[in-house]
């Protein structure tokens, strides 16, 4: 007989961001507790200055069985809040009405049919930026909230549109210098350079604390429409990273991708976290936990049922211990054991 040990490491791009970015406030939240070995729940913390409700007072609640209505206003804010961290850490704005990618001809009645009939081309109105989010994430907000939402989270971490803006200039100084090497996050963990390819653009380059590259084809620096107006309703432009991306539907390098701090910062934040999995699913197998698969953030191993293998709590703690080449990040882990898989 065997038995899935299940662990995930908890709130990963939140941690790693928080580090990344040095955000002392939003570091504080994962300092072990009494009882709380991996910390504040990070929502729930952000709940609480969202809302201005005592952290404890909402923990109780959205524990608190006994009272199902305080429980399930206390697990509203909380999900209020989660989408909120997830969205606006990567610098997703409230949102609005925008157009959809994907647009599709209004054949009049009188057309001819064809691909160049010469009819209109209509998009659908769609919700944008964390106003659409939610409702993706089956969290209906009003785009009033939405906005809300991010300008808290923007006030109680200030460090981290610091950090968006700092990998904006980095990028910046890297392709319109020569030979320019920049180092940036703790300890200049992650360094940012560029090879020039005769024929073609530069390729960017972003070297990662395990020392994994990512890259950017073709890129360089160009005037483009941002995705907001400026205080008189008018177009805004400015200097910005594009680059090469991969068509989907034709696989060919074809399209040009344009990109900002917050999304080089989510990048990164992401390559760091696969990184850390990637050395903890390792880990298991050195431990003579075969992993038989892994789910964004979690490792699941396959092991025979009986008291000698290695349990749950010997995966939570090497997902709890820090990695050497991200010193001052602090790790947790949650997990189960049973007979059957499930989220």
Known sequence: ??????????????????????????????????????????YLDFASRMYGVPYETLYHDLHNKQDKKKQAEAKFKRQMAKVGVLAAIYRQGGGGWGRSSDGYLDHTDDCPGGKHCGCPMVYDKVKTGLWNTAENMGV??????????????????????????????????????????????????????????????????????????????????????????????????????????????TDQWDIWVQSHGGKLFENIVQGIARDILAVKLLEFEDREMP?????????????????????????VRIMSTPVDWAPGLLLGADGFEGSFYHK
């Open 291 to 315: 992993v038989v698969g892994h789910v964004h953030d979690e490792g699941i191993c396959l092991v025979p049922d009986d008291p000698f293998s290695p349990t749950v709590k010997d995966m």
């Open 140 to 249: 209906i907000m009003t785009q009033e909230e939405a906005h809300q939402i991010v300008r808290s989270f923007r006030e109680a971490y200030l460090e981290i549109p610091a950090c968006w803006k700092m990998l904006e200039d980095v990028v910046m100084d890297v392709l319109k210098g020569t030979n320019t090497v920049r180092r940036v996050g703790p300890g200049g963990c992650v360094t940012i350079d560029k090879i020039n390819i005769e024929g073609r653009g530069a390729l960017l380059r972003i070297q990662l604390p395990s020392g994994r590259y990512l890259h950017y084809l073709d890129a360089r620096i160009e005037n483009c429409l941002m995705p907001w107006k400026d205080g008189d309703g008018n177009d805004v432009y400015r200097e910005a990273l594009v680059y090469a991306g991969q068509n989907q539907k």
């Open 1 to 42: 007989m065997y038995r899935f040990n299940v662990c995930d490491l908890n709130a990963i791009e939140t941690r790693v961001g928080a580090w990344f970015s040095q955000c002392q406030a939003l570091m504080d939240v994962f300092t072990p507790l009494p009882g709380l070995p991996n910390g504040r729940d990070p």
